[in-house]
């Protein structure tokens, strides 16, 4: 079994910034793909930042230019520095990874708990 802890939201101001951490333990042999969702109240949850274990990273164009994503393969950490925050961006982040815990293995995707994130004045 996996498990996918984060940490880091809150309650921040408009124009702010929030640092999401998110530490994969457990059965794994190796990790491909991690990333960040987000769910609004009544909206379907969408991806935010995406990297692969070699290093290329994928936005989502709402919040490009303001959120950076990276990761550490040694600790199996992906981290989500977001800046410049909007109310629009208020919703709960779920960090995902693929993982497969043994050579030979299929991928398998987990899913995070999910973090809290509120931007208001």
């Known amino acids: 079994q996996v498990q996918l802890v984060e940490s880091g939201g809150g309650l921040v101001q408009p124009g702010g910034s929030l640092r999401l951490s998110c530490a994969a333990s457990?059965?794994?042999?190796?990790?491909?793909?991690m990333g960040w969702y987000r769910q609004a109240p009544g909206k379907q949850r969408e991806l935010v930042a995406s990297?692969?274990?070699?290093?290329?990273?994928n936005y989502a164009e709402s919040v490009k230019g303001r959120f950076t994503i990276s990761r550490d393969n040694a600790k199996n950490t992906v981290t989500l520095q977001m800046n410049s925050l909007k109310p629009e961006d208020t919703a709960v982040y779920y960090c995902?990874?693929?993982?497969?815990?043994?050579?030979?293995?299929?991928?398998?995707?987990?899913w995070g708990q999910g973090t809290q994130v509120t931007v208001s004045s």
């Open positions: 457990g059965n794994i042999f190796s990790i491909g793909s």
């Open positions: 995902n990874a693929d993982v497969i815990s043994r050579r030979y293995d299929i991928w398998r995707e987990y």
């Open positions: 990297i692969t274990s070699g290093g290329p990273t």
